[in-house]
């Protein structure tokens, strides 16, 4: 018997189970897949998900194998630097293997004592009242708490689950690869200056380029290099002398939400849950964010302590998210048609960027750290995620590794009172905020603000359940003190 079944161990999959396992919660993680993949595809980690990697005690790890990258031209892929002072400690774009996020966050998980098993395929499942029963391909049947499907955008759980996939399907059909090249940087930018159509060859590591072109007339599902020279002849007149591939890739513009995050004891996240077109790079950084929405939400439901509507809140905060990358990704895709109508929108959209505040605006959208939750009405902080300050003891993320919530107190009065078992209390005069106290989410969302302890009582109990031990505000022998 175990608590939470995760169908799929790719980014979502595991930094789910790393995140429950912060909670104590006995998880097994189910990959369909013998052994990991063998092709290494470079993909970007955004702001937001460096926050959240610095969080949990990661980054360092992932910093080791990746390369930082400037902050801009995530909008359809429109050459602006980033403006000037984005409001983060991790203003850089991470461009590392996806086989390492996989592996670190998997290591993770496995170190925090998740159970992950390979080959292991999810063909069934029945829900009641106390669990779900998990049938493998091989006839082999589990028993959980709850299931949570990450097993991608052909996901088997969302399909058995009955779960409406509405959206567009896919129009057109793209090739994406990393290959090196065989001519210099000159007459690559010769070739490519004034081609707008879903094309694009971009340097990325020592001679190598990530070559993206349109599939026009190519129906094998998997591409080979043929495949690109013909495709680049097509459109550029040349093949650019690609060979060496790294990767070969195929994928269409499909663009589907699932119409529910849950159904009883069964849920979505990651790709099972959301598809997109890869424009801005915001599928896995979307998928590994619901991972730790999700996380602390269903481990407390697991633990006996979540209030009565919060793991509902799990789809109430990223479906709306989701919406918007969807919309975000349909108008950069329009920004690539050759068609006049969509390249002047996109050279006057390309003149707007010249502003700091659209700049600013596009760029915190594409990496998430504009997201403002519904916490109601509220100072503009509320709701949002808090910037990593300088604390007392050093770094504010350094204090949410363990995945609890914390009190940022800088009055000196206040308490956790009975919750101290589920939120830290750091009192810190010093910090670097102007705002009397934070009452920080284990993702490190802002839940409350201000200075007084009873109302700071009733968001703990919104949040956090009821106080453990009938405690309230000023008992202070009960308090978790990290000062």
């Given at each position: 018997?175990?608590?939470?079944?995760?169908?799929?161990?790719?980014?979502?999959?595991?930094?789910?189970?790393?995140?429950?396992?912060?909670?104590?919660?006995?998880?097994?993680?189910?990959?369909?897949?013998?052994?990991?993949?063998s092709?290494?595809?470079?993909v970007?980690?955004?702001?937001?998900?460096?926050?959240?990697?610095?969080?949990?005690?990661?980054?360092?790890?992932?910093?080791?194998?990746?390369?930082?990258?400037?902050?801009?031209?995530?909008?359809a892929?429109?050459?602006?630097?980033?403006?000037?002072?984005?409001?983060?400690?991790?203003?850089?774009?991470?461009?590392?293997?996806?086989?390492?996020?996989?592996?670190?966050?998997?290591?993770?998980?496995?170190?925090?004592?998740?159970?992950?098993?390979?080959?292991?395929?999810?063909?069934?499942?029945?829900?009641?009242?106390?669990?779900?029963?998990?049938?493998?391909?091989?006839?082999?049947?589990?028993?959980?708490?709850?299931?949570?499907?990450?097993?991608?955008?052909?996901?088997?759980?969302?399909?058995?689950?009955?779960?409406?996939?509405?959206?567009?399907?896919?129009?057109?059909?793209?090739?994406?690869?990393?290959?090196?090249?065989?001519v210099p940087?000159?007459?690559?930018?010769?070739?490519?200056?004034?081609?707008?159509?879903?094309f694009?060859?971009?340097?990325?590591?020592?001679?190598?380029?990530?070559?993206?072109?349109?599939?026009?007339?190519?129906?094998?599902?998997a591409?080979?290099?043929?495949?690109?020279?013909?495709?680049?002849?097509?459109?550029?007149?040349?093949?650019?002398?690609?060979?060496?591939?790294?990767?070969?890739?195929?994928?269409?513009?499909?663009?589907?939400?699932a119409?529910?995050?849950?159904?009883?004891?069964?849920?979505?996240?990651?790709?099972?849950?959301?598809?997109?077109?890869?424009?801005?790079?915001?599928?896995?950084?979307?998928?590994?964010?619901?991972?730790?929405?999700l996380?602390?939400?269903?481990?407390?439901?697991?633990?006996?302590?979540?209030?009565?509507?919060?793991?509902?809140?799990?789809?109430?905060?990223?479906?709306?998210?989701?919406?918007?990358?969807?919309?975000?990704?349909?108008?950069?895709?329009?920004?690539?048609?050759?068609?006049?109508?969509?390249?002047?929108?996109?050279?006057?959209?390309?003149?707007?960027?010249?502003?700091?505040?659209?700049?600013?605006?596009?760029?915190?959208?594409?990496t998430?750290?504009?997201?403002?939750?519904?916490?109601?009405?509220?100072?503009?902080?509320?709701?949002?995620?808090?910037?990593?300050?300088?604390?007392?003891?050093?770094?504010?993320?350094?204090?949410?590794?363990?995945?609890?919530?914390?009190?940022?107190?800088?009055?000196?009065?206040?308490?956790?009172?009975?919750?101290?078992?589920?939120?830290?209390?750091?009192?810190?005069?010093?910090?670097?905020?102007?705002?009397?106290?934070?009452?920080?989410?284990?993702d490190?969302?802002?839940?409350?603000?201000?200075?007084?302890?009873?109302?700071?009582?009733?968001?703990?109990?919104?949040?956090?359940?009821?106080?453990?031990?009938?405690?309230?505000?000023?008992?202070?022998?009960?308090?978790?003190?990290?000062?």
């Open positions: 018997m175990f608590d939470v079944i995760i169908a799929g161990c790719g980014p979502t999959g595991a930094m789910l189970a790393a995140e429950l396992r912060l909670h104590d919660v006995r998880v097994l993680v189910l990959e369909k897949e013998t052994e990991p993949v092709f290494v595809r470079i970007g980690l955004h702001i937001r998900s460096l926050e959240l990697m610095a969080m949990r005690g990661l980054l360092e790890r992932l910093l080791e194998h990746g390369r930082r990258r400037p902050a801009g031209a995530f909008f892929a429109i050459d602006k630097p980033a403006p000037p002072d984005v409001d983060s400690a991790h203003a850089y774009l991470l461009g590392i293997p996806q086989p390492v996020i996989v592996r670190v966050l998997e290591e993770h998980a496995i170190h925090l004592g998740a159970q992950i098993r390979r080959g292991a395929t999810v063909a069934g499942f029945e829900q009641d009242d106390e669990g779900v029963t998990v049938e493998l391909a091989d006839g082999e049947r589990l028993r959980a708490r709850y299931l949570v499907g990450c097993d991608g955008g052909r996901s088997i759980v969302r399909k058995l689950l009955g779960v409406g996939f509405p959206g567009e399907p896919s129009r057109t059909e793209t090739l994406m690869g990393e290959l090196e090249v065989g940087p000159e007459e690559i930018a010769a070739k490519v200056t004034g081609i707008h159509q879903s694009s060859i971009q340097p990325f590591g020592e001679k190598v380029y990530r070559v993206v072109v349109p599939a026009v007339g190519l129906s094998a599902e591409p080979t290099i043929d495949d690109f020279r013909q495709a680049l002849h097509a459109i550029a007149g040349t093949d650019f002398g690609v060979h060496s591939p790294r990767w070969l890739s195929r994928f269409g513009d499909a663009t589907r939400l119409d529910r995050y849950r159904v009883g004891r069964v849920l979505l996240a990651g790709d099972a849950a959301h598809i997109h077109p890869p424009a801005g790079g915001q599928g896995l950084n979307l998928g590994v964010q619901d991972a730790v929405n996380g602390w939400k269903l481990a407390a439901q697991v633990r006996g302590w979540a209030p009565e509507s919060l793991l509902d809140t799990y789809q109430t905060e990223r479906h709306p998210v989701a919406e918007e990358v969807l919309d975000n990704t349909r108008a950069q895709v329009a920004l690539s048609s050759p068609e006049p109508g969509a390249r002047a929108l996109r050279r006057l959209l390309t003149e707007l960027m010249d502003f700091d505040e659209v700049n600013r605006y596009l760029l915190e959208k594409i998430a750290i504009g997201i403002r939750y519904d916490f109601g009405d509220g100072p503009d902080l509320l709701g949002r995620r808090l910037r990593d300050v300088d604390v007392a003891q050093g770094r504010l993320y350094d204090l949410l590794r363990h995945g609890r919530g914390l009190l940022l107190d800088r009055t000196g009065r206040l308490t956790t009172g009975g919750w101290s078992d589920r939120v830290e209390h750091l009192a810190d005069p010093t910090a670097a905020l102007d705002v009397p106290g934070v009452l920080l989410r284990p490190g969302h802002v839940a409350w603000i201000g200075d007084d302890q009873q109302d700071l009582d009733d968001h703990l109990t919104h949040w956090f359940g009821e106080s453990a031990s009938g405690a309230v505000g000023g008992f202070d022998d009960v308090v978790q003190d990290l000062a």
